[in-house]
């Protein structure tokens, strides 16, 4: 099984800014893109960003563009989520989830994706 580690949340203020990683127990991530949901309490999950693992082509909810950025390095082995001027309805468990090749989901779909982390929590207050 192909294993994901988030990190980097916590409780913050609203106007913060949090940087949120994801590592795979592989070398480095495997599979057509990397993306990042999150799940509200009493919320269905909710896609957040991707990135496309071979040209490097992004993708953002309405809610989150304009003040969040997907990023890899460049050895594949690190996927972050840059997470700018945070506000309370950011607050959500963020996973990070691997996407693979073939299917009719799009990437903006949580049912495009096969491997998950185990989530990290994001709190923000006012």
């Known amino acids: 099984q192909v294993q994901l580690v988030e990190s980097g949340g916590g409780p913050v203020r609203a106007g913060a800014s949090l940087t949120l990683s994801c590592v795979p127990s592989g070398r480095t991530f495997d599979g057509d893109a990397v993306g990042w949901f999150r799940q509200a309490s009493g919320k269905e999950r909710e896609f957040v960003s991707y990135?496309?693992?071979?040209?490097?082509?992004?993708n953002y909810a309405n809610s989150v563009r304009g003040r969040f950025t997907i990023s890899s390095d460049n050895a594949k082995k690190t996927v972050y989520l840059k997470m700018n001027s945070l506000t309370p309805e950011d607050t959500a468990v963020y996973y990070c989830?691997?996407?693979?090749?073939?299917?009719?989901?799009?990437?903006?779909?949580?049912?495009?994706?096969?491997?998950w982390g185990q989530g990290t929590q994001v709190t923000v207050s006012s």
């Open positions: 989830a691997r996407g693979g090749a073939g299917s009719i989901y799009q990437f903006n779909s949580y049912l495009r994706y096969d491997y």
């Open positions: 990135i496309r693992l071979a040209d490097g082509l992004t």
